[in-house]
Antibody, heavy 121, light 109 residues
């Protein structure tokens, strides 16, 4: 079955760029009608959608983060990635990658385990 | 932007029925999805497209959506159902895209 795994630095300095990668295993990232999203959750708080990419390369971003976010896909590696620039302490959170079902209103049926990212000097 | 409103907490005794609401302007016109999140774990999809269940989710979990309120109903609540629950929609009418509710903590008494 398809599984997602996030990877990347757990500590990022303020003003720098946070970079994470999600590796898709057990299936091709290009198969089926799916969107690939990043979602984050600060400690003790709710879920915040960051953005998504389709394997065609088309993207949608949360307007509140759009100026700082870039999501890309590498189908040859079965991966998609997140870059969040100019980070501050407010970007400290658990970051999840997730698969969204295009035919089902972008319901997220598969999630990675999440990776904690702390923004601190 | 589109806003989804959930009660912060719901409490229910074991064996009873829990109902968790998700309010939004004309939410009945959108597809609503529900997630269960236990401490330290990633969310799990329990209901999608208002009332469908992914494979492996017990029939005790059901959903409905009409007017300005969507509801997740958990019948015969068990201790293992204690978790945070989030509703979610795709807001095609704005640039916001995916919207989550603030989450509801279900406590099993």
């Amino acid at each position: 079955q398809v599984q997602l795994q996030e990877s990347g630095p757990g500590l990022v300095k303020p003003s720098q760029t946070l970079s994470l990668t999600c590796t898709v295993s057990g299936g091709s990232i290009s198969s089926g009608s799916y969107y690939w999203s990043w979602i984050r959750q600060p400690a003790g708080k709710g879920l915040e959608w960051i953005g998504r990419i389709y394997t065609s390369g088309s993207t949608n971003y949360n307007p509140s983060l759009k100026s700082r976010v870039t999501i890309s896909v590498d189908t040859s590696k079965n991966q998609f990635s997140l870059k969040l620039s100019s980070v501050t302490a407010a970007d400290t959170a658990v970051y999840y990658c997730a698969r969204g079902i295009a035919a089902a209103g972008n319901a997220f049926d598969i999630w990675g385990q999440g990776t904690m990212v702390t923004v601190s000097s | 932007s589109y806003v989804l409103t959930q009660p912060p907490s719901v409490s229910v005794a074991p064996g009873q029925t829990a109902r968790i609401t998700c309010g939004g302007n004309n939410i009945g016109s959108k597809s609503v999805h529900w997630y269960q999140q236990k401490p330290g774990q990633a969310p799990v999809l329990v209901v999608y497209d208002d009332s469908d269940r992914p494979s492996g989710i017990p029939e005790r979990f059901s959903g409905s959506n009409s007017g300005n309120t969507a509801t997740l109903t958990i019948s015969r609540v068990e201790a293992g159902d204690e978790a945070d629950y989030y509703c979610q929609v795709w807001d095609s009418s704005s640039d916001h895209g995916v919207v989550f509710g603030g989450g509801t903590k279900l406590t099993v008494l």
